[in-house]
């Protein structure tokens, strides 16, 4: 069996070490016998790949990647930049921009998650109330939620993420400019105005739960990492499974809550590779997961759970 093997981004005080926040994971990859290669993340972003990559040995061949988000453009760069090197990313850069951004999942789950539309925005610029007002035209209830293709600023709900009544333009506007000025530069894509469901937190449980599915089964469940950690109930995870396996991507992960009618639904869909585990989670069960090493459905083992 080929040895599995990951680029993390390295510690910017020290190229040679994996980033601190990677560094046990990465410890248990070498302990599982795979192979742990860095990536200069600040390097990627500032546009030089070449650098990014320079101490990724020539031939490596195929590389999953573990690491802080990368927009889309500069995650084609670095294959690009890989393959200068005889190496290459698992997951190609279509299928990493399709389970990145919501305008590439959400056709496919858009039974299973809130009503949402977008706008092509650049950072910085703030769509016209027209504009605006035209987006949510289509919103099924008169609430919303203000995110780009990636995220949200739920931390600053009342300020820049929740619009309580899209129908006074004034205010939708106001928590618009305050999401792009708050993201800047990092703002991906453009404004997404998303349907306004209400969730509730179970007892005992995570208000978020974290789902990680590889080729399509599920390998990984946890608390979503914002969540205090708790008992997860039963799951019937069979509509989301006929979703990602529509969806046609290597490595995805599902954040799922329950609606206050008691109907599980899919907050968010994105690429495995920089999605975040719990504090709770051991590192070496996200390991197993890309070595082979993990059994489906980790994380409710010996609970009658529906797959």
Same mark, same amino acid.
């Given at each position: 069996m080929p040895t599995t093997a990951v680029l993390y981004c390295s510690d910017p005080l020290d190229g040679r070490r994996a980033d601190t926040h990677f560094a046990e994971e990465a410890r248990h990859l070498r302990a599982a016998g795979g192979r742990v290669l860095l990536l200069d993340h600040d390097a990627l972003l500032?546009?030089?790949?070449?650098?990014?990559?320079?101490?990724?040995?020539?031939?490596?061949? !195929?590389?999953?990647?573990?690491?802080?988000?990368?927009?889309? !453009?500069?995650?084609? !760069?670095?294959?690009?930049?890989?393959?200068?090197?005889?190496?290459?990313?698992?997951?190609?850069?279509?299928?990493?921009?399709?389970?990145?951004?919501?305008?590439?999942?959400?056709?496919?789950?858009?039974? /299973?998650?809130?009503?949402?539309?977008?706008?092509?925005?650049?950072?910085?610029?703030?769509?016209?109330?027209? !504009? /605006?007002?035209? /987006?949510?035209?289509? /919103?099924?209830?008169?609430?919303?939620?203000?995110?780009?293709?990636?995220?949200?600023r739920k931390h600053e709900w009342d300020e820049a993420c929740h619009v309580p009544d899209t129908r006074r333009p004034e205010v939708l506007h106001r928590v618009v400019s305050r999401f792009v000025e708050l993201q800047g530069d990092d703002l991906a894509g453009g404004v997404v105005l998303r349907g306004f469901e209400d969730f509730v937190t179970p007892d005992g449980g995570p208000a978020e739960i974290r789902v990680w599915w590889l080729d399509g089964t599920p390998r990984l469940v946890t608390a979503h990492p914002d969540c205090v950690p708790g008992e997860i109930g039963a799951l019937d995870l069979g509509p989301v499974r006929t979703a990602v396996e529509a969806l046609d991507c290597r490595f995805v992960t599902t954040d799922l809550a329950r609606r206050a009618d008691g109907v599980l639904r899919v907050v968010e869909v994105g690429d495995g590779q920089v999605g975040d585990i719990h504090r709770d989670t051991h590192p070496g069960d996200l390991v197993g997961l890309l070595t082979g090493e993990q059994a489906e459905g980790a994380g409710l083992r010996g609970r009658d759970d529906v797959w």
């Open positions: 500032a546009g030089d790949a070449g650098r990014a990559v320079s101490r990724v040995p020539v031939g490596t061949g !195929a590389l999953w990647y573990r690491g802080w988000m990368i927009p889309a !453009a500069r995650y084609a !760069a670095l294959d690009a930049a890989l393959r200068e090197r005889g190496a290459h990313l698992v997951v190609d850069p279509e299928r990493y921009r399709r389970a990145h951004e919501l305008p590439g999942w959400y056709a496919t789950f858009a039974d /299973l998650t809130p009503y949402s539309s977008w706008l092509p925005t650049a950072p910085g610029q703030v769509p016209a109330s027209s !504009a /605006l007002a035209a /987006l949510a035209g289509g /919103l099924p209830s008169h609430a919303a939620v203000v995110k780009d293709y990636v995220k949200s």
